[in-house]
């Protein structure tokens, strides 16, 4: 079975731009999270969704904003790009229905330039 | 003071060795995670337990819920052990997603 898929890999934007990351989860799996790794950080939780609604949300701006599909896949936004976005963004994926282990995506690094 | 605390940051051991890493946390919390980070980013759920402990081959996890304590041992360590582990708090009362992270433990291990 495949296992949680982030795209793209790499990317390269400038101050300014807008980004979208994308994310795939398990099949079966119903929850999805965002994370933002900053290096030489542990991750910081972004949002979460659970049937494609909005269970959770960090403490990040509103240029930050997520939405789920009903096929359970996720697309992160994150508008007006400063350079301390520059982080490997994780993607997580767990069954939802009283099962929180999270599956981790191997994530996708965003360079602000 | 972070709500996710490791020890050490670094830790250096030689082939063999038993390995410890420490994490506490001031959280409440419905379990915590254990988690495995190779350079390039790819994270591995090791463990996730709510009490007692937890064994998968070289690796045991333990969590003391009263004292808010959990450590991660390695027994015979291997050079492919080297990595980042992170402790993460869960707490699925409300976002049931919110893990908050440690900033992890990078382990190295000398042949």
């Known amino acids: 079975d495949a296992g949680v898929t982030q795209s793209p890999t790499h990317l390269i934007k400038t101050r300014g731009q807008h980004v979208t990351l994308r994310c795939s989860p398990i099949?079966?799996?119903?929850?999805v999270s965002w994370y933002q790794q900053v290096l030489g950080q542990g991750p910081q939780f972004i949002f979460q969704y659970y049937e494609k609604e909005e269970r959770g949300r960090g403490n990040f701006p509103d240029r930050f904003s997520a939405r789920q599909f009903p096929n359970y896949s996720s697309e992160l936004n994150v508008n007006a790009l400063l350079l301390g976005d520059s982080a490997l963004y994780l993607c997580a994926s767990s069954p939802g229905h009283g099962d929180y282990e999270q599956y981790f995506g191997p994530g996708t690094r965003l360079t602000v330039t | 003071k972070n709500e996710v605390e490791q020890s050490p940051q670094n830790l250096t051991a030689q082939e063999g060795e038993f390995i410890t890493i420490n994490c506490s946390y001031s959280?409440?919390?419905?379990?915590l995670h254990w988690l495995q980070q190779h350079p390039g980013g790819g994270i591995v759920s090791l463990f996730m337990l709510s009490s007692g402990k937890k064994k998968h081959g070289r690796l045991i996890a333990t969590i003391n819920i009263q004292e808010k304590h959990s450590s991660l041992h390695i027994t015979a360590s291997h050079p492919r052990d080297s990595a980042v582990y992170i402790c993460a708090a869960g707490n699925y009362g409300g976002s049931q997603g919110n893990l908050i992270f440690g900033k992890g433990t990078k382990l190295s291990v000398k042949p």
């Open positions: 099949s079966g799996h119903k929850s």
């Open positions: 959280v409440g919390i419905s379990a």
